[in-house]
């Protein structure tokens, strides 16, 4: 299983601080473009995959027992598994190679979520608020306040 990171904005920087754990670094030159420029590029780079599992950067708490959950639910036949948070389509989403060329065509800074949406018979939600957040962290200050009194089951980031 090849993992990838898509790094657009400083990241030269994040190359030269980051341990990527033994991920293959993929540049998206044109991040700025939107988020569907990333997440094309992301996929472009895993050529003859069967399915793709999409993590946010900036969503720390997504815990690898999430990640778990969702690959456990993949069925065959299927076009996407993706967790939920309250109810709310999240992350992290696997999806199906079948999806692959009409994420290619996405423009603008959108993700996958339309498409997936639109393909409901054939996507199944998995419910992870017991083992992971959704929750966006932008900054480091955010980051250091949810560490200092987040839930024990999410775990610290950073720590």
């Known amino acids: 299983m090849e993992r990838i990171v898509v790094l657009g904005a400083d990241a030269e920087e994040i190359l030269n601080n980051v341990d990527l754990h033994g991920a293959l670094p993929v540049i998206c030159e044109d991040w700025a473009v939107g988020q569907s420029r990333s997440l094309g590029k992301g996929i472009e780079a895993l050529g003859a995959t069967s399915a793709a599992m999409i993590l946010l950067g900036d969503q720390p708490y997504v815990s690898s027992a999430a990640v778990k959950r969702v690959l456990r639910a993949r069925t065959p036949g ?12 999240g992350h992290p989403v696997l999806i199906e190679r079948r999806f692959f060329a009409a994420i290619r065509q996405l423009e603008g800074d959108v993700g996958a979520r339309l498409l997936i949406d639109g393909a409901s018979a054939g996507v199944t939600n998995v419910p992870c608020d017991d083992i992971a957040s959704d929750i966006d962290v932008d900054c480091a200050a955010t980051l250091e306040a949810l560490n200092r009194g987040w839930p024990p089951y999410v775990g610290r980031v950073g720590k």
């Open 78 to 89: 299927g076009w996407a598994v993706r967790a939920t948070y309250n109810g709310k389509a």
